[in-house]
Every structure is written in C-alpha cells, then in structure tokens.
C-alpha cells in the first residue's frame, strides 16, 4: 500500500477553484459521458471532471437541455468542459452554450491525435501553429471569466525544443492550468509516458502544471507526484476499467474516506447500465455499453470473452444478459488497487 504522505503537502487550485483531491477524470471520447461520470461519481475521490471533447463548431446548435453531450448530473461537480477548436472565431458562442450548461471550467483540446482531427487542425495540430494557438486561447480569455485549462501533449518528437516555449505562451495568453500527457504525437500509446516533462514544465510555469500518463494504480499515483512536483494527476483509461480507482488513490494518498473496499463487479456493470439508460437517449446506449465493456472486460483472464458476447448481442438488454452469464462463472483478475 503506498505511504500516506501527500495528505497535506499537494493541492491544487485553478483561478479559485479548487480541486480536492487533486485526481482529475481525464476527457475520453465515447466514455467520459454523464453515465460514465455519475459511475465514477458514485465512488468518489474524483476532484474535478471532465468531458468529452466536444466540437466547439457544434455546439451552438446543441441543446443543454437535451444534449447528450451537454447533460450532466449534480454529482458530476465541478466539470470542465472540454472544447475541440481549430478557429478563433468558433471559441465564444461555444463557451456560451457550455457556460449555459454549468461548466466550472472551459479546457482547450492541443492534444487528440486522430488523424480526422488534426486534418481539421485541431488537437496536436494546433501545437504545429502556435500563431493560430495563442489567437484561440486569447479568444477564450476574452469570452470567460471561468478557469481555463489546456490538456496539450508533449508536441511532435521533431519539435521538442518547442515545448517550454508553446507552454510559456499559454500561460501568457490567458491559461490558468496545463495538462500535460507526456507522450509525442508518434508515440501514441505504444511507449511509456515520459514524466521528466512534467517535472521541467513544473519547474518553469507559474500555474498547475497537471500530470496525465500511465497512472493505474496508487503507487504510480504516488510516483508521479513526487518525481514530477506536479499540482495534480489526471487519468482516464485506467479508470475506464476500475471505475473505483480514484477513490484507491485518494484513500492512500489523501486519508478520502474509502468505505466499499469490496467491488462487486457484476453490481458496477449492471449499475452503468442502469445509468446509461437513465440518462442518455436509446441510440447512444448500447453503443456506448460496447466501448465501456472493451475496457472493463480487462478485470477477468477471459474478458475478451465478455466483450465478444456483448459486441455480438443483438440488444442492450441482451448484451446485459449474457454479461451476467458471464460475471456468474468468471472470477475477476485480483485488484491491484
């Protein structure tokens, strides 16, 4: 179990907000909807959420009180909403429409690598144009008064002197926090997150500097705070397959109240999709079951078994039968955390 010490000597504040525990859910196309949120809300330790990327193009003409990508929960707090910009001009009326919607924050997307997005652009792409970067962080600086973050990678491997200085300049222009995944643009996820960047990036910046990479359990939570000085950690894929896992971590590191050490996983799966039911329209439900299962299918030796069976349901309440099919006869992997 990792040593409890960063009880009182790490937090993390964004323009007044405050983040406690410092553990952000990171935004994560297909899974970092409300359903997903009010899971991970449910066990606790989350200190701040955010959504998914959203297109900043889109949103004017999305409604808060419809959209499934604008909906939240009250557990769902505070929330950042991630925006998807590759012009100036798209910023404000997207901010409007998120501010409508009860965003605590506004988080610029400088990081996606999918080929479709930096052909628009965005994302990583942005981190090539730094001209047209700072224009989009200015015009985000003028359209709110609400914390702004940058979620950024480490750029492109040809261009890695060019970090520090892509990093000064959102700082100036407005950004009240850094994200920062430490990976290349090549490296995708095929290579270890290279931390030392955070720690350079702590060590020069003035605001949060918040660290995202290769987070799976307690003790590398506990690594990355202490190698990289970083104000936060911010993780996604590993919570997509332990939904708990930020509440582990903030019961080691930060004393967070940890009653449920037992995970009934069955009772999980069974509970998301009650929420996804709950919450969402009955297109997005089984497709976003599929996704979810692709990643919480890793908790069993077998668990491409379950996500064959889920990918291969006719139905959500189908795909929910033979889940349990599956839970009744397979144990999971022990937790880690």
């Known amino acids: 179990m990792a040593e409890k010490r960063l009880s009182n000597s790490t937090s993390c504040t964004i323009k007044g907000l405050s983040v406690n525990p410092p553990l952000l859910l990171a935004p994560m196309a297909g899974l970092t909807h ?80 999918a080929a479709a997005i930096i052909k628009r652009g965005g994302g990583v792409a942005l981190m090539k144009d730094t001209s047209r970067a700072q224009k989009i962080v200015a015009a985000a600086r003028r359209a709110t008064s609400l914390p702004l973050t940058a979620k950024i990678r480490l750029g ?40 030392q960047h955070i720690g350079n990036l702590r060590a020069t910046l003035g605001i949060p500097i918040i660290g995202n990479g290769d987070i799976a359990s307690p003790a590398a939570a506990l690594r990355m705070f202490r190698e990289t000085g970083c104000h936060a950690v911010m993780i996604g894929r590993a919570v997509a397959r332990r939904p708990w896992l930020l509440q582990r971590i903030a019961a080691e590191l930060f004393d967070f109240p940890c009653d449920n050490l037992q995970i009934d996983h069955a009772a999980v799966y069974n509970r ?51 889940a349990n099919k599956f839970f009744n006869t397979e144990k999971p992997l022990p937790n880690v955390c």
């Not at 990327?53 to 909403?81: F, G, Q, T």
Request: charged share 20%; with cysteine; net charge positive.
């Open 34 to 113: 409300t359903a997903f949120r009010q899971l991970v809300a449910g066990f606790g330790g989350c200190g701040l959420f955010y959504t998914e990327m959203l297109s900043a193009r889109a949103l004017p003409h999305e409604s808060p009180s419809s959209s499934p990508w604008l909906k939240r929960n009250h557990r769902e707090k505070p929330i950042m909403y991630q925006l998807l910009v590759t012009r100036p001009e798209e910023i404000a009326p997207a901010i409007h429409k998120v501010e409508m919607s009860g965003a605590d924050g506004i988080d610029l997307n400088m990081g996606c690598t």
């Open 156 to 195: 492109y491997a040809s261009q890695a002197a060019h970090l520090t200085e892509f990093a000064r300049m959102l700082e100036d222009t407005g950004v009240d926090a850094l994200v920062v995944h430490a990976r290349f643009k090549e490296d995708r996820l095929k290579r270890p997150a290279r931390w």
């Open 272 to 322: 998301f999709i009650s929420l996804l039911q709950a919450s969402l329209p009955p297109e997005y439900q089984f497709p976003l079951l599929k996704q979810f299962t692709f990643y919480f299918a890793r908790n069993y030796s077998f668990g491409h078994t379950l996500w064959r069976l889920v990918q291969k349901a006719p139905s959500l309440d189908e795909a929910r039968i033979v």
